[in-house]
């Protein structure tokens, strides 16, 4: 498949007590996420549990998703607290707007 053809979403996930966040990017938000929190991520997710989703952006292609997920490993607590100062889980609004 054309790599600049398929949607893509960064995220970002966080632990329990919110001290470590992590950064990717997918063409499958649902699934990847899911995958996060069966234990099924990648190796620093699976060690530090980042399993909690805090913030997602949706992109028409995956190559502009790719890039942003470069730019933001630079400032990405700022940028959550903007939209979820208390930095709650998020997963169940993003499951019930899937749903709809």
């Given amino acids: ?8 979403y960064i995220y970002i996930l966080s632990n329990k007590v919110r ?14 996420v ?7 991520g990648s190796t620093f997710s699976c060690k530090y549990k980042t399993k909690y989703l ?3 952006e949706t992109y028409n292609s995956i190559l502009p998703a790719i890039e ?3 730019q ?4 990405k607590l700022e940028l959550i607290k903007k939209v979820n100062p208390n ?3 998020i997963w169940p609004e993003v499951v019930g707007d899937f749903r709809k």
């Fill in 34 to 40: 899911y995958n996060h929190r069966m234990g099924e």
């Fill in 54 to 56: 805090l913030y997602y």
């Fill in 1 to 8: 498949m054309d790599m600049t053809k398929r949607s893509g």
């Fill in 87 to 89: 930095l709650r889980d």
């Fill in 72 to 75: 933001l490993k630079n400032w």
């Fill in 68 to 70: 942003r997920e470069e």
């Fill in 19 to 32: 001290t470590v966040l992590y950064i990717g990017v997918t063409a499958d938000l649902i699934r990847r």
